[in-house]
């Protein structure tokens, strides 16, 4: 079992800048490709960002150049560094790991969420 706990989210004013955490649980983290999903109100949860267990990330098409994501696997934590930021980027935010074994079984966990507010 892995635990997940997102920090970092807020109310910040368009054009701001916020940076989420997710801490995991247990020390094999690194294994486990990291994502980050966001879902607004009355819409479906969508794919921000992801990093694989190597370090390669990927983005969605409406945070390239805005959005990072990095990983520290000796502090067992994810970040999301938003820049830029949107009312369109208004949302809970929820940190995902993930992790399938040569057997084919797959290791999914979630966060709580943290939201973000985009508002003036």
Request: net charge positive.
């Amino acid at each position: 079992q892995v635990q997940l706990v997102e920090s970092g989210g807020g109310l910040v004013q368009p054009g701001g800048s916020l940076r989420l955490s997710c801490a995991a649980s247990r020390t094999i983290f690194s294994i486990y490709a990291m994502n980050w999903y966001r879902q607004a109100p009355g819409r479906q949860r969508e794919l921000v960002a992801t990093i694989t267990s190597a370090g390669t990330a990927n983005y969605a098409e409406f945070v390239k150049g805005r959005f990072t994501i990095s990983r520290d696997n000796a502090k067992n934590t994810v970040y999301l560094q938003m820049n830029s930021l949107k009312p369109e980027d208004t949302a809970v935010y929820y940190c995902n790991a993930i992790y399938t074994t040569t057997a084919a079984v797959t290791y999914d966990y979630w966060g709580q969420g943290t939201q973000v507010t985009v508002s003036s």
